[in-house]
């Protein structure tokens, strides 16, 4: 609103309804290790089974037969393995994902100027999207490669407490190139998959708004609004899913013990273009759609909830 803008200058932290204020990106912070945190945890046995079929697929072959032979050789514990790093990690980097987010997205604004920003705002969302990344993969990596281990190592040759298991990852960071090592292929899978989240989400969300409800955002109910929130998520997730999928299954393939001491590229190599693109990627696409869908809307619940209102619009 321009009552909030200073006079004589445009800025991007004062051009919306609510001013993107300390406040504001603190509460968005909090908002992401919502989104992230619950909702990674929450889909733990998808991600055990997921793993698994990526690191020995002649044993798990498929999503539903891979429960069963979790289930039948670990009991019901073994596809919760590793909840403990996945909430605190994935809490972790939501927190500088959705928070850095909306200050690189205002940063930029502010250094492209207001007809440019206006212009260029995919341009944007992208760059903004990615540097936020780099910072929450940092936050996430060590926490990351202890989910890994745990839930891709054979029954009792590693622990599976969260506690435990940080110890025997940092007892042999050597061997397991802890706490960085998967950081470089995290950042290879992480940054095109919250490049192609937000991009593809901000401009599903500018499509509904243009196309399908064409009046002002806000006199619509919030739970349209959280309904063209959710729907965005999910299909942005679908393209997130299939960008990042490669570099997935090479983080995957990392923690296996077969591989210990191989170099990224060696093990790219040997698992083959077609593997690491298509191994486990239709429960990926099925998990990271759903989950994409239900981040935002969590996120935006709670914005809507803080009076911040829905991400995006035309």
């Known amino acids: 609103m321009s009552h909030l803008l200073p006079p004589g200058k445009w800025d991007a932290r004062f051009a919306g309804p609510v001013p993107h204020d300390a406040s504001y990106y ?31 697929p002649l044993k798990y072959k498929g999503l539903g037969s891979g429960l069963r032979t979790l289930v039948a050789e670990e009991g019901a514990t073994g596809i919760w393995k590793g909840f403990g790093p996945t909430f605190v990690g994935y809490s972790l980097q939501g927190m500088f994902k959705y928070g850095l987010y909306e200050v690189f997205k205002d940063a930029y604004s502010n250094l492209a100027g207001e007809e440019l920003a206006s212009k260029y705002k995919g341009s944007i969302w992208l760059v903004g999207s990615a540097s936020a990344e780099v910072f929450a993969d940092v936050a996430l990596c060590p926490l990351e490669m202890t989910k890994v281990r745990i839930q891709t190592s054979a029954v009792g040759t590693f622990p599976t407490g969260f506690g435990a298991a940080l110890a025997a990852m940092q007892a042999n960071k050597a061997e397991f190139r802890y706490p960085f090592g998967s950081l470089v292929p995290l950042w290879s899978r992480q940054v095109p998959y919250t490049m192609a989240k937000f991009y593809f989400f901000e401009k599903i969300v500018s499509l509904f708004y243009t196309h399908v409800f064409t009046e002002p955002k806000e006199t619509y109910s919030k739970p349209t609004q959280l309904g063209v929130t959710f729907s965005s998520g999910y299909l942005a997730g679908v393209v997130c899913a299939i960008v990042s999928h490669p570099a997935d299954t090479l983080v995957s393939l990392m923690g ?10 060696t093990i790219a190599k040997d698992t083959g273009v077609v593997t690491l693109a298509t191994k486990g990627l239709g429960t990926r696409v099925l998990m990271i759609g759903t989950l994409t869908g239900f981040q935002w809307w969590i996120y935006d619940s709670f914005k809507s909830t803080m009076g911040l209102g829905t991400t995006g619009g035309k």
């Open 26 to 56: 603190a509460k968005c912070m909090l908002g992401g290790i919502l989104a992230c945190g619950i909702t990674h945890a929450g889909i733990t046995p998808l991600d055990v089974t997921k793993c698994n079929m990526q690191v020995d």
């Open 256 to 265: 296996k013990a077969d591989n210990k001491g191989k170099s990224i590229m």
